[in-house]
Antibody, heavy 120, light 112 residues
Framework: EVQLVESGGGLVQPGRSLRLSCAAS????????MHWVRQAPGKGLEWVSG????????GYADSVKGRFTISRDNAKNSLYLQMNSLRAEDTALYYCAKSTSWNGALFGNWGQGTLVTVSS | QLVLTQSPSASASLGASVKLTCTLS???????IAWHQQQPEKGPRYLMKLNSDGSHSKGDGIPDRFSGSSSGAERYLTISSLQSEDEADYYC??????????FGGGTKLTVL
């Protein structure tokens, strides 16, 4: 069974940094692209960033480009999101999502999310 | 620009059927999409991939009550024999170049 467990969320002041992690199990992690998707309170889903199986292809939403960095460690079956220069509008539940292919953005499995609150 | 458009809300009676619509932006009518369900206070769940020809492949454990179809730039999710647990937000999603994902705004389904 595919399991995706996010961690690292919390309350952080504007301008500070936070690093999210996603621990994956139940599948061959380095066969699949992985993504971060977020949901602001009461709002819809927003794709944040994605990374291909070997980190050769990486993409970001315009809203986070230059501030967030996605990475993965295939030896540890883990996905990361380094978030710098955080803003109030980054407040959201952040989901880890597994693609159905090595480089695509069709989300076949989801985690339960980790909450990030940016506030002074 | 690749955009997906969904109606904000829909409603149908218990035991009835409902058809939700997702419209692809101009020039993107050949794109496949995915449907995802998000029940209240839960994470999203993948329902199916839906191709432009109407063929679809469902995720593990998705009941036969859920089906998809296509017409031009429109992609549909039909839920038959509505149950109370089908009350949820439904999102369509597609993908562009450079490993980019795109979501529609979501449709809130109320089961009456």
């Amino acid at each position: 069974e595919v399991q995706l467990v996010e961690s690292g969320g919390g309350l952080v002041q504007p301008g500070r940094s936070l690093r999210l992690s996603c621990a994956a199990s139940g599948f061959t992690f380095d066969d699949y692209a992985m993504h971060w998707v977020r949901q602001a309170p009461g709002k819809g889903l927003e794709w944040v960033s994605g990374i291909s199986w070997n980190s050769g292809s990486i993409g970001y939403a315009d809203s986070v480009k230059g501030r967030f960095t996605i990475s993965r460690d295939n030896a540890k079956n883990s996905l990361y999101l380094q978030m710098n220069s955080l803003r109030a509008e980054d407040t959201a539940l952040y989901y880890c999502a597994k693609s159905t292919s090595w480089n695509g953005a069709l989300f076949g499995n989801w985690g339960q999310g980790t909450l990030v609150t940016v506030s002074s | 620009q690749l955009v997906l458009t969904q109606s904000p809300s829909a409603s149908a009676s218990l035991g009835a059927s409902v058809k939700l619509t997702c419209t692809l932006s101009s020039g993107h009518s050949s794109y496949a999409i995915a449907w995802h369900q998000q029940q209240p206070e839960k994470g999203p769940r993948y329902l199916m991939k839906l191709n432009s020809d109407g063929s679809h492949s469902k995720g593990d454990g998705i009941p036969d009550r859920f089906s998809g179809s296509s017409s031009g730039a429109e992609r549909y999710l039909t839920i038959s024999s509505l149950q109370s647990e089908d009350e949820a937000d439904y999102y369509c999603q597609t993908w562009g170049t450079d490993i980019m994902g795109v979501f529609g705004g979501g449709t809130k389904l109320t089961v009456l």
